[in-house]
Nanobody, 115 residues
Framework: QVQLVESGGGLVEAGGSLRLSCVAS????????MGWYRQVPGKQRELVAG???????VYVGDVKGRFTISGDTAKNMVYLQMNSLEPEDTAVYYC?????????WGRGIQVTVSS
């Protein structure tokens, strides 16, 4: 069974930085996609950044230029470096992996940015 575990979240002041990490264990099949999503109460989960295997990352919205996604397919790990954080970035962040055609999600980790 595949399990994804996020780490690196927490409380930070506006303008600060955090680095999220996610590791997948029990992988089955070829790793085809890695991504980060976030969700705030009352809203749908939204894509922050992601990339298909051997392609360039895609960033959504105002995270462009502030966040950087990277991954290590050999280790089944994905990272999200978040700089110049804003209060609007406050959310629960989830990592997502696709092995073969199957999607797997972490449990989520809280990121809180104070003003």
């Amino acid at each position: 069974q595949v399990q994804l575990v996020e780490s690196g979240g927490g409380l930070v002041e506006a303008g600060g930085s955090l680095r999220l990490s996610c590791v997948a264990s029990g992988s089955i099949g070829r790793l085809n996609y890695m991504g980060w999503y976030r969700q705030v109460p009352g809203k749908q989960r939204e894509l922050v950044a992601g990339f298909l295997r051997d392609t360039s990352p895609v960033y959504v919205g105002d995270v462009k230029g502030r966040f950087t996604i990277s991954g290590d397919t050999a280790k089944n790990m994905v990272y999200l470096q978040m700089n110049s954080l804003e209060p609007e970035d406050t959310a629960v962040y989830y990592c997502n992996f696709r092995f073969g055609r199957d999607d797997y999600w972490g449990r989520g980790i809280q990121v809180t940015v104070s003003s």
